[in-house]
């Protein structure tokens, strides 16, 4: 599991990653292999004391760099190698023509996800990824903000890709139920007779047509203060779904 956290702008590491916005203060060997600094662009290079890689990446015209930008350049630690620390200097805003924490959120969240992997069924993982990921200049609440929205987001992805016949709904609303404590909620997880005095009676019949008894899963914050309002989010899992094969021609239910 990669880890993150801060960094200052002299610690070392295997791979140091820096933005330009324009090639012309690069060094001679990454332009000589085309760098222009284009948005995404990514040329590595012997770092100056040789022990590691400078991975050079373009930011694009300054005045043009968004969020996206920032996304789009994190991710390109897909191209550190076999590296057991990295440095991201892309959370240190030369222009700041961004917030310092939108620039600290839009890296941290870029890089997270590009490392994001399915291989619970593979048998092989594929290469290593880095032990640890440093971004220059995060401050601890903005990096905890956004290790947290792509936390979730891997684990939305990890419940996507897993097969229907592993994440049944016990098994899905026991994810929900873990993930929620974890994050300090309340949770309460309901099923068969407690759906019924709930009057949830559209999901006990649906669920009627399998063997996997459907779950209703409630998840509350509370804040440690009064809160500023109450923000109500409902959600549906379907674990899954024959797409209705039933009323389908049989040519179609195999597609």
């Known amino acids: 599991m990669t880890t993150f956290r801060a960094a200052t702008p002299d610690e070392h590491a295997d791979v140091i990653v820096r933005p330009w916005h324009s090639a012309a203060g690069a060094s001679a060997f990454v332009r000589r292999r085309g760098f222009l600094a284009r948005p ?3 040329v590595a290079e012997p770092a100056e004391d040789g022990r590691g890689v400078l991975l050079n990446v373009g930011l694009g015209p300054e005045d043009a760099l968004t969020w996206s930008v920032l996304r789009v350049a994190a991710a390109a630690t897909r191209a550190v190698g076999p590296a057991r620390t990295v440095r991201m200097d892309l959370a240190v805003p030369p ?9 600290v959120h839009a890296v941290t969240e870029g890089a997270r996800l590009a490392l994001y992997r ?3 069924h593979r048998s092989s993982h ?3 990824l880095p032990a640890e990921f440093r971004i220059t200049g995060a401050g601890p609440g903005a990096l905890a903000e956004a290790l947290a929205a792509a936390d979730g987001t ?3 992805r990890d419940l996507v890709n897993a097969p229907a016949c592993e994440l049944t709904p016990t ?11 974890q994050a300090g909620m309340a949770h309460t997880v309901y099923k068969e007779a407690e759906l019924e005095q709930l009057g949830l009676v559209g ?11 459907p779950c209703y899963v409630e998840c509350v914050y509370e804040p440690d203060g009064p809160a500023a309002l109450t923000v109500a989010l409902v959600g549906k899992g379907v674990t899954f779904d024959s797409a209705g094969c039933p009323s389908s021609p049989p040519v179609n ?3």
């Open 171 to 181: 098994v899905f609303a026991d994810r929900i139920a873990a993930a929620a404590g």
């Open 203 to 213: 999901l006990t019949a649906v669920g009627r047509g399998s063997s996997e008894p």
């Open 40 to 42: 995404g662009q990514v």
């Open 154 to 156: 891997c684990l939305a």
């Open 118 to 120: 399915y291989d619970a």
């Open 253 to 255: 239910c195999t597609r």
């Open 126 to 128: 594929g290469p290593p």
């Open 95 to 103: 222009g700041a023509r961004l917030a310092p924490d939108d620039h």
